[in-house]
Nanobody
Framework: QAQFVESGGGLVQPGGSLRLSCKSS????????MGWYRQAPGKQRELVAG????????SYVESVEGRFTISRDDAGRMVYLQMNSLKPEDTAVYYC???????????WGQGTQVTVSS
């Protein structure tokens, strides 16, 4: 049973921006380190951004550093990913889940498609 519902994806031109949202139904959400993942066609799913339970420490894969920002709203059980200066190589289905480096993932949601193309 999926614990996350992602939204906010779409088609955007190179250099554009999108803001992804993730609504969680996980109990005690605020205790979990969370992450945004993406999976491009023919590739494995990868963690692109993580945020600790206290919302302080954030980490990013090198390819998105300086362009993406992860944030969270524990009261609303939400996680966000602000994506700026998008590139064609950012095209993928994006998912949120717990940060697998810290805690086991829950069931995956449907994800939201991001397509960067002119």
């Amino acid at each position: 049973q999926a614990q996350f519902v992602e939204s906010g994806g779409g088609l955007v031109q190179p250099g554009g921006s999108l803001r992804l949202s993730c609504k969680s139904s996980v109990q005690s959400f605020s205790y979990y380190a969370m992450g945004w993942y993406r999976q491009a066609p023919g590739k494995q799913r990868e963690l692109v951004a993580g945020i600790r339970a206290d919302g302080g420490r954030r980490s990013y894969v090198e390819s998105v550093e300086g362009r993406f920002t992860i944030s969270r709203d524990d009261a609303g059980r939400m996680v966000y990913l602000q994506m700026n200066s998008l590139k064609p190589e950012d095209t993928a289905v994006y998912y949120c889940n717990t940060d697998h480096r810290i805690v086991k993932n829950f069931a995956w949601g449907q994800g939201t498609q991001v397509t960067v193309s002119s």
